[in-house]
């Protein structure tokens, strides 16, 4: 599709960024975003405050503040009791009114597969704005949230996760990242972005591409999900990583001896991941987990 080419867009889609970003003003502009998708734990309201997590987390990765909302809704009306479909809604909204958004109305059709999400805008400062372009050699790169919702909610779909590790990343997917943002502004981050479906390497390669460095990851840095390790080893992967890999092909250089299971994770596709966010001094709440270098655009697994 042809680039717009409006003065006043000033992030559109070229770099593949999290969120869509137009100037109304010199002080003043919107971010826009739309996210949706099946569902990936059995509990219809965590599953509504899930996805309306991660619609929110576009907003909030591009350093904006979410001010609407409208529901996407895809369901069946014969798949399940109303109460079901309703409970999906109340789990959004009360994630919505927890983030400060309006829900304003949406759309709703009949799906044999289901699917639910939100349609966002927030409000920036032109001048304040996250953009995936922006990451530069020295800087350092730190993660808000753990890794790992994809294998996790993969072990669950085939009984293989335990309760607990089931249930911390479900918090960790209905955690906003709202204080993330906060804590990123309060370090002077430039460059920004949430890790969802592509992986954490999928999605710092997006910045690295974009910005023209290199980008090395200390796996024994990353925070991870609990049992994700036991879990790779009983066999509870995710196409998405298989995809993920496929897509990066020779622009993904693991060390040899890195373990495979290690390899799944930063492929790993997430659900609602935390903010990467690239600083000069350390961002509170986050951990480092690498670097920005000067290469070719390329992301490094050590």
């Given at each position: 599709m042809p680039r717009s080419t409006d003065p006043n867009l000033l992030v559109g889609f070229e770099n593949s960024d999290d969120a869509g970003v137009f100037k109304l003003s010199p002080t003043q502009?919107?971010?826009?975003?739309?996210?949706?998708?099946?569902?990936?734990v059995d509990d219809p309201y965590d599953y509504g405050q899930i996805a309306a997590?991660?619609?929110?987390s576009d907003v909030y990765a591009m350093g904006g503040r979410p001010l609407t909302a409208l529901n996407v809704c895809c369901f069946d009306p014969d798949m399940a009791a109303a109460e079901v479909w309703a409970q999906i809604i109340l789990g959004m909204r009360d994630k919505t009114t927890e983030s400060g958004t309006v829900v304003v109305g949406g759309h709703t059709v009949e799906s044999a597969q289901p699917f639910f999400g939100l349609s966002v805008t927030g409000l920036i400062d032109p001048m304040k704005v996250f953009r995936n372009d922006q990451a530069e050699v020295g800087d350092d790169i730190y993660l808000s949230k753990p890794l790992g919702t994809g294998i996790v909610t993969t072990a669950h779909k085939f009984d293989k996760c335990t309760p607990e590790e089931l249930s911390a990343a479900v918090t960790a997917m209905k955690t906003l990242n709202a204080a993330a943002t906060t804590r990123a502004h309060e370090a002077g981050v430039k460059c920004a972005t949430d890790i969802t479906g592509f992986g954490l390497a999928g999605h710092l390669f997006n910045v690295a591409k974009a910005s023209r460095v290199g980008i090395e990851i200390d796996c024994a840095s990353l925070p991870l999900l609990p049992g994700v390790e036991r879990l790779v080893a009983v066999g509870a992967l995710t196409g998405g990583a298989t995809k993920n890999l496929a897509f990066l092909a020779e622009s993904l250089h693991f060390a040899e001896s890195l373990p495979s299971w290690m390899r799944q994770v930063v492929l790993d596709p997430q659900t609602s991941g935390g903010l990467a966010t690239f600083a000069r001094v350390p961002v509170e709440g986050a951990v480092k987990i690498g670097r920005v270098i000067a290469s070719v655009p390329k992301i490094f697994v050590r």
């Amino acid at each position: 599709m042809p680039r717009s080419t409006d003065p006043n867009l000033l992030v559109g889609f070229e770099n593949s960024d999290d969120a869509g970003v137009f100037k109304l003003s010199p002080t003043q502009a919107l971010v826009q975003t739309i996210d949706f998708f099946t569902p990936v734990v059995d509990d219809p309201y965590d599953y509504g405050q899930i996805a309306a997590a991660n619609s929110l987390s576009d907003v909030y990765a591009m350093g904006g503040r979410p001010l609407t909302a409208l529901n996407v809704c895809c369901f069946d009306p014969d798949m399940a009791a109303a109460e079901v479909w309703a409970q999906i809604i109340l789990g959004m909204r009360d994630k919505t009114t927890e983030s400060g958004t309006v829900v304003v109305g949406g759309h709703t059709v009949e799906s044999a597969q289901p699917f639910f999400g939100l349609s966002v805008t927030g409000l920036i400062d032109p001048m304040k704005v996250f953009r995936n372009d922006q990451a530069e050699v020295g800087d350092d790169i730190y993660l808000s949230k753990p890794l790992g919702t994809g294998i996790v909610t993969t072990a669950h779909k085939f009984d293989k996760c335990t309760p607990e590790e089931l249930s911390a990343a479900v918090t960790a997917m209905k955690t906003l990242n709202a204080a993330a943002t906060t804590r990123a502004h309060e370090a002077g981050v430039k460059c920004a972005t949430d890790i969802t479906g592509f992986g954490l390497a999928g999605h710092l390669f997006n910045v690295a591409k974009a910005s023209r460095v290199g980008i090395e990851i200390d796996c024994a840095s990353l925070p991870l999900l609990p049992g994700v390790e036991r879990l790779v080893a009983v066999g509870a992967l995710t196409g998405g990583a298989t995809k993920n890999l496929a897509f990066l092909a020779e622009s993904l250089h693991f060390a040899e001896s890195l373990p495979s299971w290690m390899r799944q994770v930063v492929l790993d596709p997430q659900t609602s991941g935390g903010l990467a966010t690239f600083a000069r001094v350390p961002v509170e709440g986050a951990v480092k987990i690498g670097r920005v270098i000067a290469s070719v655009p390329k992301i490094f697994v050590r």
